[in-house]
């Protein structure tokens, strides 16, 4: 028999602070992976994410939809295994600072890219600074454009020669 006590009754058991996988402290902000059992709330995973693609179009300046499948099945699986909201936003934050102004890399800002299966390279690379990685900035793409890239010759006048008009115009006979 199960004997219940009168009056009111106090808690003796602390309540764990779960810390996010697999970083340190917990510092208050809700940071849930599926590891976390409350995570296996539809509603909560919702919730989850619909704040990652809105924070990619926030940060990217684009326009993804939450209800795309694909998406979805992505975050989910990076969340069972183990990486947080705060993850998502680390890569997003990275990846926006490292393709955000190359136009040859911007295109994949998308959730294809950042949550595949290179999200935990992503996650643990070390920043870089674009503007003094002149191997990745766009003017290795205007490079690759010069013959050989030796700097081909402009017919400005600039150097003394002739325009591409006066070259014509002497081609033709017209001169």
Do not use: C
């Amino acid at each position: 028999m199960v004997k219940i006590p009168e009056g009111p009754v106090e808690n003796t058991v602390a309540p764990k602070v779960k810390t996010p996988y697999p970083y340190g402290e917990n510092n208050g902000a809700k940071n849930y992976s599926l590891k976390d059992s409350s995570l296996r709330d539809d509603s909560l995973l919702k919730d989850i994410i619909i704040n990652i693609v809105d924070y990619l179009n926030k940060m990217a300046g684009t326009k993804y939809k939450v209800s795309t499948k694909n998406t979805q099945v992505l975050i989910k699986k990076r969340l069972e295994e183990g990486f947080s909201e705060e993850d998502f936003k680390v890569v997003i934050d990275k990846k926006v600072g490292e393709w955000g102004n190359n136009t040859h890399m911007v295109k994949y800002l998308r959730p294809e890219t950042l949550f595949g299966h290179k999200f935990e390279s992503y996650l643990n690379q070390k920043e870089i600074n674009m503007e003094l990685n002149d191997y990745t900035s766009n003017s290795l793409y205007t490079r690759k454009a010069n013959f050989n890239n030796y700097p081909q010759r402009t017919y400005d006048g600039s150097d003394g020669g002739y325009t591409l008009s006066e070259i014509e115009n002497r081609l033709l006979g017209w001169q």
